[in-house]
């Protein structure tokens, strides 16, 4: 799956969250016909022979491949930028008028040192994430970075701005579905940054080489003499010292380009003529501290992008229930003496039950009546499975929400529909998905009034309330049913 998909994806289930039950069943089934064994092997190869449909019948309606281009002009853009502010940056360090030599120490800790701090940043962001998260600005960058993309794909999107303001809420509310593509995303738009950055100190860098005639010294006020700085320069260059053996500094080079501000001159008399011999140092430095380590970052965020989203599961509620409207079995009729004739669809053919396994556990929250037949029946002819355990909680029990959680098992809260979700039902909610797996489902399960020994049925008005409220809590793992009467 590639990533205009994914967006298109959540696009379409944003229309389809407000539109018509019948009207999504008889479409779906109308696809679901024309799909081959092949698509409907596996849940990813539906979904994308689905998706695939519908941009053939509504064609210019999506808006994934605007915001997938729009995801390239912003790396486009951030290359350029990220090269002249490199180039800007070493213009600045490498500036010589011929009465000062440059000091290489500056050159080291903005362009070395700085990026080697950087480097450790980005390890902690995929080893420890919360000690980065008090980093200052990593999470302004992040948030600038979401931001430009969202403001520039609204541009490319065109008219079709509606539908991916829809799919980038959804995106957002769904994150955690999508927790392996999204840093990737961003790691490569940051990378892509750095890799042009490092290419525009080396091209000012190689230029000024070239053209010009450099002159370069060290001087600090620290108590650092020139052994000591010899060692760490040799340090510094190990990486290359055996490939590229002319770019390792001399003692004889370090000692000789001590630079004195005070006396305006070198400390040594040689210092002048072996001046400008730092600079495949330099140049070898800014490699591999610099360029190597962002452009293998940034090949590995694309590599990790693209496992991401051919590892995308499937399995949240809304999208598991899409997947079985387009393998479940299709109820059809023939026509007599019309055989070769492609089947009849049954367009007011139900949507398909939601799958949960073989037994769930029930949660009836405040006053939702218990008899235990009455459950059976509404959770047999719902979701097909059995009821595990049935517990009645007013709210977050921490002693029942702890056994539930340890049972593992699917979670059906029964809810009346005509009492507004408050503080407590939400609480109950958060804590049931903190007690169980992520990726367990829990599904809220609306009656209406109790009419003749069952429930009724929850009105269009109340189930919009329970979805907007619940929409909130950002869980796709979490679900919304109407059961009771006929619908």
């Known amino acids: 799956m590639k990533l205009f998909d994914l ?165 957002k509310s769904r994150r955690s579905l999508y927790a392996r593509i999204e840093p990737w995303i961003l790691l490569g738009l940051t990378q892509t940054f750095g890799v042009a950055f490092n290419l525009g100190v080396l091209a000012v860098l190689l230029r000024l080489v070239a053209l010009t005639d450099l002159a370069f010294s060290w001087a600090t006020t620290l108590d650092l003499d020139a052994a000591s700085l010899h060692r760490v320069v040799e340090a510094l260059a190990a990486p290359w010292a055996s490939l590229y053996p002319e770019a390792v500094p001399s003692r004889a080079l370090v000692e000789s380009t001590r630079y004195s501000r005070q006396i305006g001159a070198y400390l040594a008399e040689s210092g002048a003529a072996l001046s400008g011999g730092w600079w495949p140092f330099l140049v070898a430095a800014t490699v591999t501290y610099g360029l190597l380590p962002r452009l293998a970052a940034l090949v590995l965020a694309h590599v990790q992008r693209a496992r991401g989203l051919s590892g995308v599961r499937f399995d949240d509620l809304e999208t598991r229930r899409l997947v079985a409207r387009l393998t479940s079995p299709v109820v059809e ?46 959770l047999r002819s719902a979701f097909g499975v059995e009821v595990r355990e049935a517990f009645s909680l007013r709210g977050a029990e921490p002693e029942a929400v702890s056994t539930i959680g340890a049972m593992g098992a699917p979670v059906v809260v029964f809810a009346e529909a005509w009492e507004p979700p408050d503080k407590s039902v939400l609480g109950l909610l958060r804590a049931l998905r903190e007690a169980l797996s992520p990726r367990t489902p829990v599904v809220v399960a609306l009656v209406g009034v109790p009419t003749g020994g069952g429930y009724g049925a929850p009105s269009d008005d109340e189930l919009v309330v329970w979805k907007d409220r619940l929409a909130s809590l950002e869980d796709p793992f979490l679900g919304i049913e109407a059961l009771g009467g006929s619908r």
Not at 14 to 39: M, V, Y
Not at 77 to 101: E, N
Not at 347 to 375: M, N
């Open 333 to 378: 009729t023939r026509g007599t003496g019309r055989p070769e004739e492609a089947p009849i669809l049954d367009a007011s053919a139900a949507l398909p039950t939601l799958a949960l396994g073989e037994a769930c556990v029930v949660v009836l929250y405040r006053d939702v009546p218990a008899e235990r037949p009455l459950l059976d029946e509404a």
């Open 7 to 171: 967006i298109d994806l959540e696009a379409q289930l944003a229309w389809d969250r407000g539109a018509d039950e019948s009207a999504i069943a008889a479409r779906d089934a109308a696809i679901a016909a024309r799909l081959s064994p092949e698509d409907r092997a596996t849940p990813a190869r539906a979904v994308a022979a689905w998706l695939e449909a519908l941009r053939v019948d509504e064609e210019g309606a999506f808006p994934g491949k605007a915001v997938a281009r729009a995801l390239r002009v912003l790396s486009l853009l951030l290359a350029i930028f990220g090269f002249f502010v490199g180039a800007g940056l070493a213009t600045a360090l490498l500036a010589y008028d011929g009465t000062r030599p440059i000091n290489v120490m500056d050159f080291l800790w903005v362009v070395v040192g700085v990026q080697l701090v950087l480097l450790l940043v980005l390890v902690l962001a995929f080893v420890a994430p919360r000690v980065v998260e008090v980093v200052p600005f990593i999470g302004d960058v992040r948030a600038i970075l979401r931001l430009a993309y969202r403001r520039l794909a609204a541009r490319f999107v065109g008219t079709r701005g509606e539908a991916w303001a829809a799919a980038f809420h959804r995106l």
